[in-house]
């Protein structure tokens, strides 16, 4: 498991932007350069969701009343859509898609695992950043990380 | 009761950081929103919100016969 500690060295995969670390003792990490939006679509998750579609967006996300949005995830039936306001940074790009995937997921079932049962608004941005720190740029399998870490099962 | 399969649930992160939750039923087009309390466990707010949401159906339902 990936601890904070620096990359003694690195390699970069350029076609893949796959980086792959050494950190001064036996740990290791692999991780994505850039965060590829695709990668997520129709990926499943632990607790049986799957991400059917993910979006990047420079138009305003706002609602009928004229509330501006930078977030927001859809569920219907363990089927999420995530919209994003674009120009994040790629680490708050990460952490939104910790965040997101983590709350939507703790919403969409009827019985949440404990872990996540007294979370609040500022415990669910917490685990986002732990995550962020933990595994590096948000992906398919740092989500299922995540979702796994926190006590979702089964797929 | 209305299969929570078939309710929609969205999360909305405002620009000023204030949390929305939204549930929809999308045959009816009954839609319940609640901006979430940031120091109250989300998921117990979300419950409350379901079980008002649960009984608006009902009563959509019976004024529909």
């Not at chain 1, 980086?19 to 998750?45: S, Y």
């Not at chain 2, 939204?22 to 379901?50: F, I, M, N, W």
Request: hydrophobic share 45%.
């Amino acid at each position: 498991m990936i601890r904070s500690k620096k990359l003694a060295a690195s390699q970069v995969h350029r076609r893949s932007g796959i980086i792959l670390g050494w950190t001064t003792g036996v740990e290791w990490r692999l991780n994505l350069a850039v965060i590829d939006i695709n990668q997520f679509k129709n990926f499943r998750l632990q607790g049986g969701f799957i991400i059917t579609d993910i979006e990047l967006t420079d138009d305003p996300i706002v609602d009928a009343i004229g509330r501006e949005a930078i977030a927001q995830t859809q569920t219907i039936a363990g089927r999420f859509r995530l919209f994003i306001r674009s120009g994040l940074s790629e680490e708050e790009l990460s952490i939104t898609l910790y965040h997101e995937i983590l709350e939507a997921a703790s919403v969409a079932i009827a019985n949440p695992p404990a872990g996540v049962m007294d979370f609040n608004e500022a415990d669910f941005e917490r685990a986002a950043h732990d995550a962020h720190k933990r595994w590096g740029n948000a992906s398919p399998a740092n989500l299922d990380l995540l979702l796994h870490f926190h006590g979702f099962r089964g797929q | 009761m209305v299969d929570r399969d078939k309710i929609q649930f969205d999360l909305i992160k405002l620009l000023n950081g204030e949390r929305l939750l939204r549930l929809t039923e999308p045959q009816s087009g009954l839609a319940l929103e609640k901006k979430l309390a940031p120091s109250d466990a989300v998921v117990r707010q979300k419950e409350k919100l379901l079980g008002a949401f649960q009984a608006a159906l009902a009563l959509v339902e019976l004024s529909a016969v």
